[in-house]
């Protein structure tokens, strides 16, 4: 078993459980908890409007976001190589040293937008962030291995090399990609956006689409493709995004079009979804800023606060199984459990639950839900000191059973981080939308006003 599998890329696992969108009829059809679901995505009611919470954080609120925010920063300081800039997958902060060296390249993509908001906020001086920057372009552009541009998905924190025969991944790619263009911007220094920017124009996207219209999970050199596309809603929006913002090799128009958009009920809430846990809704907004914009099918940011409080309610239903869950402590998502990574969440009810909580399911929803989100981190912070560490919260804990992870995992730290700061200062999103690439991506996909 592999040491630490993330909750992005989870290849064959969340592949099989979006099987059961494609299985699903045409007509709507009655969930596991009663929940409908309907496969027309122009019969989306319309979500409740973006909240303007983040105009009342209080002090206390501030306060708690940036001890988040700090813990957060150091896991991505401390656990990155400062030779190659790549970033663990995860590490156990209860040993004294963890001797894994695997390294994802989604996390490196967070590290590198951690990095520009540890600069922002002075966790640490702007020279020492750019530096670290770009020693991780540098890395990146000429000594890590790619195909075609695109990025295996593990590789050795030290050299760089491919593990555990991972696949050149699309979406983890995407996250790096992300983390790319945020730095480009943020640091608008020349070597920067140089290396930026030769990372970004190599990356061949029409190689990916070369006969398909659905993007493949990723591509290995023993077997090429992968048989697994990315065909139904989830954080494939920020991969099909950033290909139609390429100018030197885009993906055609109708790519944006050709992935199924889903719509459940649950608890007389209708939202686009899939049978996948709670990240796929925050993954691409952590840099794609969907506010005040739609495309023909949908306003996603508000979509997002509807599947966040149909997640919140579903958990308050699981409250007769599970007690310590209510108002003040909810949020199940990919994560560790007792028995290992975990694939799990709702509605409809995926995976054997157990009353495992992630503290990043209810983190990375920070802009749809804000106060309720707040309210469970700081139960989390104030009532379950087992759940802190050096690098913030742990990933998941079960209060029933006692139980708590070792381990801080990079991708569920990364979105808690990002996540906190779009709430509290929007600076990933406004850094980020800056790019011309984005621009043209939300043109080409037919996003406007409304």
């Given amino acids: 078993m592999l040491a630490g599998i993330s909750s992005v ?12 969108g494609r299985a699903m009829p045409a007509e709507q059809e009655q969930g596991r908890n009663g929940d409908r679901v309907h496969t027309d995505a122009e019969e989306v009611r319309p979500p ?19 001890e988040i925010q700090r813990a957060a920063f150091l896991y991505f300081w401390e656990q990155a190589d400062p030779l190659t800039g790549l970033v663990r997958d995860r590490f156990n902060v209860r040993a004294a040293a963890d001797p894994r060296s695997a390294a994802s390249i989604a996390a490196t993509g967070f590290g590198l937008t951690a990095l520009c908001i540890g ?18 372009l540098r890395f990146l552009h000429t000594d890590m291995p790619t195909h075609r541009g695109f990025y295996y998905h593990w590789v050795n924190v030290h050299s760089g090399a491919r593990i555990w025969d991972s696949e050149i991944s699309s979406i983890d790619t995407a996250i790096l990609l992300c983390g790319v263009l945020t730095c480009r911007e943020h640091f608008r220094h020349r070597e920067i956006t140089r290396l930026a920017t ?27 493709f992968l048989q697994y596309r990315w065909d139904m809603y989830s954080e494939l929006m920020m991969m099909y995004l950033l290909g139609l913002g390429s100018s030197t090799s885009p993906l ?114 920070l802009p749809f839900l804000p106060r309720a989100t707040l309210r469970v981190l700081k139960t989390i912070r104030e009532r379950y000191e087992g759940t802190w560490s050096r690098y913030g919260f742990i990933n998941a ?22 996540m906190a700061e779009n709430l509290r200062s929007e600076f990933v999103w406004n850094t980020f939308m800056k790019n011309a690439n984005v621009t043209r991506a939300l043109d080409r996909a037919g996003f406007g006003p409304y």
């Fill in 252 to 365: 055609p128009v109708q790519t944006w079009h050709a992935w199924k958009r889903t719509t459940f009920e649950y608890d007389g809430l209708r939202y686009i979804g899939s049978f996948a846990p709670l990240f796929v809704h925050q993954y691409s907004q952590a840099w794609f800023d969907f506010r005040n914009q739609r495309d023909r099918y949908a306003d996603y940011f508000r979509n997002s606060v509807t599947a966040t409080e149909v997640h919140r309610r579903f958990c308050l239903e699981l409250a007769g199984r599970y007690p310590h869950l209510g108002e003040d402590l909810w949020g199940i998502t990919a994560s560790d459990s007792p028995d290992g990574y975990a694939v799990w969440g709702g509605p409809p009810e995926m995976g054997p639950l157990d009353g495992t909580v992630a503290p990043s399911a209810a983190a990375g929803s």
């Fill in 198 to 224: 030769q990372i970004f124009d190599r990356v061949e996207w029409t190689w990916l689409s070369a006969d398909t219209s659905l993007l493949p999970h990723g591509w290995r050199p023993e077997i090429g």
């Fill in 9 to 20: 890329g989870l290849g064959a696992a969340v592949s099989t459980l979006l099987a059961r």
């Fill in 119 to 136: 600069a922002q906020r002075q966790y640490v001086g702007a020279a020492d962030a750019r530096d670290r920057v770009i020693n991780t």
């Fill in 48 to 66: 409740p409007s973006p909240s303007r919470e983040a105009d009342a954080l209080t002090a206390d609120d501030h306060r708690l976001l940036d």
């Fill in 397 to 418: 804990f079960n209060p029933m059973t006692n139980w708590y992870d070792s381990d801080v995992i990079g991708i569920d730290t990364g979105i808690t981080m990002l």
